[in-house]
């Protein structure tokens, strides 16, 4: 369950390949789907070729997103390109160490990156912002982030003795259930969203009949 919400994770379930595995109806795919935005991996792959193509030539379109969270760890748009060039110099310093200066030891530096299309939101909204530590608001053009959160109980069938009439999944879905959301606002010319870090606030959503 953890590892869902790993950026590396997110750009594999984004294959309709795999989202086939777990989403058998075609109907609730083709609704996840619609949500999803273009992630792509920068290994070796076809697909990771091309990507790493477009992250050099249409650099404003993305951004580079890390195996890691609470803000500050996103690389975006013109500073893409660079921060490429700096993986692989790191890359060449790290072979040149090892007995051949081809040999490759490892993953490459990129490919702890998923490439991830910038999501264009609403930027008419305006709001004021109170931080932490802060006397008054600032009154600024906004966008928020809603977050919707679950909860999910299994229970594993360690002897494997009621998998078969399950089609083989060793474990039973006990509860899983919407429980609540989190919805962080920041102004507009920010591109991080952290709480923790400052970048962004609690807010709370606005209910309106259409």
């Not at 795919?29 to 697909?47: G, I, K």
């Not at 429980?179 to 962004?200: I, M, N």
Request: with cysteine; net charge negative.
């Amino acid at each position: 369950m953890q590892l869902a919400g790993a950026k590396k994770v997110q750009q594999v379930l984004a294959d309709p390949k795999w989202l086939e595995r777990f989403v058998a109806d075609e109907r609730e795919r083709a609704q996840l789907r619609e949500s999803f935005t273009d992630l792509y991996p920068l290994d070796d792959s076809e697909e990771g070729r091309i990507a790493l193509e477009r992250a050099y030539k249409e650099c404003d379109k993305f951004v580079l997103k890390p195996q890691r969270e609470g803000g500050g760890n996103n690389v975006y748009r013109g500073d893409i390109p660079t921060f490429l060039d700096r993986l692989d110099e790191e890359d060449k310093a790290k072979a040149a160490t090892t007995a051949s200066a081809d040999q490759q030891t490892g993953p490459r530096g990129r490919e702890g990156y998923i490439l991830m299309s910038l999501i264009e939101s609403p930027r008419d909204m305006e709001q004021v912002l109170v931080k932490a530590g802060e006397a008054r608001g600032t009154r600024a053009r906004v966008i928020s982030e809603l977050g919707i959160y679950g909860v999910v109980l299994l229970r594993e069938d360690v002897d494997g003795t009621a998998a078969a009439a399950r089609g083989g999944n060793r474990a039973e879905l006990l509860v899983n259930e919407t429980v609540g959301h989190l919805l962080r606002t920041k102004p507009v010319e920010s591109d991080e969203g952290g709480v923790a870090t400052g970048y962004s606030v609690i807010d709370s959503p606005l209910l309106v009949s259409p």
